[in-house]
């Protein structure tokens, strides 16, 4: 027993050598794994330029406007009617909001998350308003529009190269047109009257 002892130690001497080789060689199919190929750069999306930022910066500062005036209509609009469409706005500004956010994102930007100094004011002087006059107001509002937004969405229409912003500037265009219809309609009449002489 001590002779194959000693024959079983000197082969395991011989043959240690021989193991390690083949494993070391992959020929036991276990073969090193290959360095893992590098990450593609982030993508940044497209490129946003001076006058895609001007267009995000007046559409957010109008839906930031919008929700800030909306919300004032659940507690001092007198008519459903005129609720309910700032329900309408509310949403849309909200959701034209998550866009952009995904939008600006890759590029490292945010938004303002709070109205300009000249919209808060407009906002605190129609948070004084009640009733019928509320509502006059905010129709007033959505009738007359923004004309800075409004020529923001032309230009981002027309000349942006960026398809995602293109795509919200039109999405926007239609609903801001669709609420300025809905205030119209809610709007009393007007009624002329001419006086004698």
């Known amino acids: ?3 194959f002892a000693l024959s079983l130690s000197a082969s395991l001497r011989v043959a240690a050598p021989l193991m390690s080789m083949l494993v070391l060689s992959g020929c036991f199919g276990i073969a090193p794994k290959p360095a893992p ?16 930022a001007a267009f995000v910066q007046a559409l957010n500062e109008a839906d930031l406007t919008d929700i800030a005036l909306a919300k004032l209509a659940t507690t001092n609009a007198a008519r459903n009617d005129v609720r309910a469409l700032s329900d309408t706005v509310s949403r849309d500004s909200a959701e034209t909001r998550t866009k952009l956010g ?6 490292d930007l945010s938004l ?3 109205p300009m100094r000249d919209d808060q004011e407009m906002i605190d002087r ?4 009640y009733g019928a006059r509320f509502d006059s107001a905010y129709l007033a509002h959505l009738r007359k529009g923004e004309p800075i937004l409004s020529a923001a969405i032309a230009s981002a229409i027309a000349q942006s190269k ?8 039109k999405d926007s265009q239609s609903k801001i047109a669709a609420h300025k219809a809905s205030a119209e309609a809610l709007a009393p009449a007007r009624v002329s009257r001419r006086h004698r002489r």
């Not at 982030?42 to 330029?49: C, H």
């Not at 129609?126 to 308003?129: E, I, P, R, Y």
């Not at 960026?162 to 500037?169: G, Q």
Request: no cysteine; hydrophobic share 45%.
């Open 1 to 3: 027993m001590p002779r």
């Open 37 to 52: 190929a590098p990450l593609p750069p982030l993508s940044k999306g497209q490129p946003l330029t001076t006058a895609d």
């Open 102 to 107: 995904e939008i600006v994102s890759p590029h």
């Open 112 to 114: 303002t998350t709070a």
């Open 126 to 129: 129609m948070a004084k308003l």
């Open 162 to 169: 960026n398809a995602d912003l293109i795509a919200l500037a």
